[in-house]
C-alpha cells in the first residue's frame, strides 16, 4: 500500500534525457519521492536487492519503460524479476508505442498500469498515485486504441487519464514530435516512422519548436523543456 505521505517511486529507463525528465517530474510534486532512477532491467535488480539488505523502504511504484536495451519488450520482459524482488510494489509503465499487443502483453506479465510518455508528462503524478492506489492507469491515446478490447484486467478498477495539454504555444503535433526528438532521442527518421510522417515534416516540426523555444539545438531544446517542466509551465 502507499505511504500516507509521499509513493516512493523507482525509475527504469535506458534513454538519458527520458529518464532525466520523468525524474524531475516525480521530484518536483509533493506526492511522489524519488528513490532512484536507473537504466536497466539489471541496475533495477541491484538497487532492489542492495535495499532490501540495508532494510532501506521499497519503492511502491515502478516507473518501467517499455523498450529497454535493444529489446523492444525488454522492460515487460523484466517485470516478472521485479515483482519477486519487491513484491508490494505496481508497475506503472511507459512508452512510445500504443501499441494493443503490447499493452496487453505488458498486463499478461504482470503490469500494473501502461501510460504513452508524450501524453504522460502533465499528469505523470497522477498516473503514479492512482497505480499506488490498485487502480490500472491508462492514458487516452491508449484507451482509445483499444476500444475496450483489454480483458484481463483481473480485480483492477481501470482508470483513464484525461489528456493535459503541456507546452500550449507549441501546436499538439509539435509537442508530440518534439518530446520524442528531446525526451526519447529518436532521429527524425524514427519520428517520421513512428508518427508516418516525411522527414521533412518532422524536421519543420523541430525547426519550429526550435524557434518557439528560442533554441538552436537539440541540447537547449531539452533544457528549456525540464526547465519549463520544473517551473510547473
Known amino acids: 500500500m502507499p505511504s500516507a505521505a509521499t509513493v516512493r517511486v523507482l525509475i527504469v529507463d535506458d534513454d538519458y534525457y527520458a529518464r532525466e525528465a520523468l525524474r ?3 521530484a518536483r510534486d509533493e506526492r511522489t519521492r524519488m528513490l532512484d532512477a536507473v537504466g536497466g532491467a539489471a541496475e533495477a535488480t541491484d538497487a532492489l536487492t542492495a535495499a532490501a539488505a540495508r532494510h532501506e523502504p521499497l519503492p511502491e511504484v515502478i516507473l518501467l519503460d517499455v523498450r529497454l536495451g535493444d529489446e523492444a519488450t525488454g522492460g515487460i520482459d523484466a517485470i516478472p524479476a521485479l515483482k519477486q524482488l519487491c513484491p508490494g ?9 500504443n501499441a494493443p499487443a503490447t499493452v496487453e502483453a505488458a498486463v499478461r506479465a504482470g503490469a500494473d498500469g501502461y501510460v504513452w ?46 489528456a493535459e495539454p503541456e507546452f500550449l504555444d507549441l501546436t499538439e503535433s509539435i509537442r508530440k514530435t518534439l518530446y520524442l526528438y528531446c525526451f526519447c532521442g529518436m532521429s527524425a527518421k524514427e519520428i517520421a516512422d513512428e508518427l508516418e510522417l516525411s522527414v521533412n515534416t518532422v524536421n519543420s516540426r523541430i525547426k519550429t519548436a526550435y524557434q518557439v523555444l528560442g533554441a538552436g539545438t537539440r541540447q537547449e ?5 525540464v526547465a519549463r517542466t520544473r517551473n510547473g509551465g
Not at 125 to 133: L, P, V
Not at 143 to 162: I, K, S, W
Not at 221 to 225: E, G
Open 24 to 26: 524531475a517530474l516525480v
Open 89 to 97: 510494489c505496481r508497475i506503472l509503465m511507459t512508452s512510445v508505442s
Open 117 to 162: 510518455k508524450n501524453e504522460s508528462t502533465a499528469g505523470i503524478a497522477d498516473a503514479i498515485c492512482r497505480t499506488a492506489e490498485g487502480r490500472f492507469v491508462l492514458t487516452r491515446s491508449i484507451a482509445d486504441e483499444l476500444l475496450g478490447t483489454l480483458t484481463d484486467l483481473g480485480d483492477y478498477a481501470a482508470e483513464v487519464l484525461p
Open 221 to 225: 531544446a531539452y533544457k528549456r523543456l
